[in-house]
């Protein structure tokens, strides 16, 4: 039998403990990474966010962050750390992470994504988002952003994730 990370891993919702390690993913991750402060604020003090996180061996290996407001969801991160990735584990963080936000109400959910970064691109459309327009210069290097939406069953986008992998 052959075994992939799934089979020792644990997504759970992140807390304040959790800082330094998403941090540290943070850091491994980006080439601008949101800071500590940044993070503790939103994961302890943001009542409108929620975090999940992806650990094994109680050593964080990725997380994603996503704030609800009414019954929209934004995808503010989502980060595997470089020796984890290619295994899957995005998208167990990224199906927590939406069922959390359903949880509190969300039907339709957005991003922002580097144009250039097609392998996050592909993971989206998997869930079934679409890209609907563009943000000129959104990254600090002046990178443009890709704007991506979701919208559940009984909206008008469309798609569910079953919808996604018939696409």
């Known amino acids: 039998m052959t075994f992939t990370a799934k089979h020792w891993i644990k997504i759970r919702r992140a807390t304040g403990d959790d800082v330094d390690a998403i941090t540290e ?3 491994r991750s980006f080439p601008k990474p949101w ?6 604020k939103d994961i302890c003090d943001n009542i409108l966010a929620t975090y999940v996180l ?11 962050g996503i704030w609800v ?3 929209e969801g934004h995808i503010t991160n989502v980060a595997v750390h470089p020796d ?10 990224i199906l927590s992470m ?3 936000a359903r949880e509190k109400g969300a039907t339709r959910f957005t991003l922002e994504v580097r144009t ?16 609907v327009g563009i943000r000129k210069k959104y990254y600090e290097n002046g990178e443009d952003a890709a704007i991506m939406w979701k919208y559940d069953e009984n909206d008008k986008l469309l798609t569910s994730e079953k919808d996604a992998e018939t696409r």
């Open 84 to 93: 984890w990735r290619d295994q899957g584990i995005a998208t167990m963080i």
């Open 35 to 40: 800071s500590r402060e940044d993070f503790e």
């Open 25 to 27: 993913v943070e850091k």
């Open 116 to 131: 250039s970064n097609a392998p996050a691109i592909a993971l989206y459309e998997k869930f079934g988002f679409r890209a």
């Open 98 to 100: 939406l069922d959390a």
């Open 54 to 64: 992806a650990e094994t061996r109680k050593e964080v290996i990725g997380y994603a």
């Open 69 to 71: 407001v009414i019954d």
